[in-house]
């Protein structure tokens, strides 16, 4: 089956670094989904593209974090600077289509530490 | 936003029958997911409801009433590999999908 590909598996950074995160999606698949997650919580989306468009950003703390998703296939989330508060699992998604009844499928995601 | 509500943690013994419950507050629904998510490992997919009614998928079986904003997980025939987090998960008008905090279900021998 299929699988949605995230890297690096695990990062470990100081406070005040760059640090970067990477996710191809499953092929064909349209919608991408990055959403973090905190220890104990569940998945908070962060941004939803459609192809290469942004659908939904409002969650994301657009002050440090960016995203980007080029040419519409593979996708980098970026935090700059990063702050112990960032410390948490990021998951990518992807769906076919955003309006559907389709799930989504998960990476395995990047888990960040941030000392 | 989104209101989605689940208990924190649940146990049960080994071959018993659990019932995840999850009540829900949206702006529009476009249907509830069940995802189950291992300590450190990604969640994934097992059942989706957008009609009232029961789904049932082997062991695992949920319910979804629309008109009380609720739905329920059913684990059938618990084993110890059902030790995980289960989360629910509402789509709204817009089609963005929200997550509940999760339960943790701990089968015990």
């Known amino acids: 089956e299929a699988e949605v590909a995230q890297s690096p598996r695990y990062k470990i950074t100081e406070k005040s670094q760059a640090v970067a995160f990477w996710c191809d999606p499953i092929s064909g698949h349209a919608t991408l989904y990055w959403y973090r997650q905190i220890l104990g919580q569940g998945p908070e989306l962060l941004v939803q593209?459609?192809?290469?468009?942004?659908?939904?950003d409002s969650q994301l703390p657009k002050d440090r974090f960016s995203a980007e998703r080029l040419k519409g296939v593979d996708s980098t989330l970026k935090i700059q600077p990063a702050e112990l508060g960032d410390s948490a699992m990021y998951l990518c998604?992807?769906?076919?289509?955003?309006?559907?009844?389709?799930?989504?499928?998960f990476g395995n995601g990047t888990r960040l530490t941030v000392t | 936003g989104q209101n989605i509500d689940q208990p924190t943690e649940m146990t049960a013994t080994e071959g018993a029958i659990v019932q995840i419950n999850c009540t829900y507050q949206?702006?529009?629904?476009?249907?509830l997911f069940w995802y189950q998510q291992h300590a450190g490992e990604a969640p994934t997919f097992l059942s989706y409801n957008v009609l009232d009614g029961l789904e049932e998928k082997g062991r695992f079986s949920s319910f979804l009433s629309r008109s009380k904003g609720y739905s329920y997980l059913l684990l059938k025939e618990l084993q110890m590999k059902d030790s995980a987090s289960y989360l629910c998960a509402v789509r709204d008008r817009d089609y963005k999908l929200s997550f509940g905090a999760g339960t943790t279900v701990t089968v015990r021998a």
């Open positions: 949206t702006s529009g629904f476009n249907g």
């Open positions: 593209f459609q192809d290469e468009s942004v659908v939904d």
């Open positions: 998604a992807s769906a076919p289509v955003w309006d559907s009844n389709s799930p989504l499928h």
